[in-house]
């Protein structure tokens, strides 16, 4: 053996020995709450971290049964040497046990291991969350408050992000986005006022300041989620939407999205219902609310996934600031939103369609936890 082969042996038994276990990475919790995690879940085998679907499937993941004895903790402020990995890159998954938060943050990690550099840190913050699930529900059964009414009938899974599949027309789609938002629940009841959908109560708002991270477009040639930077119409008038009301009451339902800068023909609103979220799984219906579909006439627009052709829904009143959509309770009692599900969760996006360039772009903004629209009432 000569000394070339000597040396390349050692350096190799070396590396052996250093790392026989595996690779490993250190996980810190900067923030005062425990963080519970697991890794690699074979639930979400496949899904990586960037994944526009992203959200959607890991609030399946946390929505479906199970007893949480799969997370591991970490104290506040502690950190943990997470050994044993195979090289490459691993996906964990993880929410900060807030004492008095009903709606927890989740992080989702793209852990790299490898033996090519020393060990690799990954700190972990609540904020900005990349989506919320709710105490009690699902995998967090066991994090139910102490003498809280049974926490599955609170609501379903909210999300801050939340996965295309959207049917719009030319087939654009909205994209999983940190946009730092915070989700809403449409309100139900008849609280005063609510017939009246200006006065409905306030179940979302967005500040000036919060761009989102990526957005979505799609051309005749193909379909792409790029960073902000890159849009041609973020910002371009009516883009920006600072607060959306709603409320279902006896009367229907009531929704009104306040948009400042005003309206123009390009631009339209996409709720994007779904009746459960997995892995590949499509809306069924999608609203689109264009503020100036005819002169300065609104319109919502009904498109069902299989049908042949959208149809009309409600009607739609448009100010300088604002569009709303009003649907009577005749008609959805008469089965107009059928299919939306039990409990319905709607992602709402602003779209912006560039007519010389055939382009759309699209711009997430959250998802909401509705009620059970397709019910006679």
Known sequence: MNKTMIIAAAAAFSCALVFGQGPSVVLQNHENSTFYFVVDPKELAGLSAGSPLMASTVAGFFSASGDGSTFSALSPQAQTRLAGL???????????AQPE?????VRVLALQADNTVGERYYGVFASPAQLTVHRGVGRLAQFARSGAADASAAGTTSETQAAAGGQVPDGSQAA???AGNQPGTVAQGSAPGAADASSAP???SFAAADDPAVFTRETRGGFAVLPISES???KQTGTRITSVQGAVDSSGLKLVLNVP???SQSVSYFLYVFDTRSAGKE???TLEIEPLARADRGACILWRRGATAPRLLGTVKTSETSVEVDVGADELASGALVGAGAAPTIDLTAGWYDKALGMWEEFYYTTFAGP???ATR
Do not use: E, K, Y
Not at 86 to 96: A, I, K, P, R
Not at 101 to 105: E, S, T, V
């Open 86 to 96: 195979s090289v490459g890159t691993h996906l964990l998954v993880g929410f900060f």
């Open 283 to 285: 809306n069924p219906l």
């Open 232 to 234: 041609r119409s973020w």
């Open 202 to 204: 306030v179940i979302a």
């Open 176 to 178: 999983a986005q940190v």
């Open 101 to 105: 938060a009903d709606d927890l943050p």
């Open 372 to 374: 059970a629209l397709d």
């Open 261 to 263: 800068g005003g309206f």
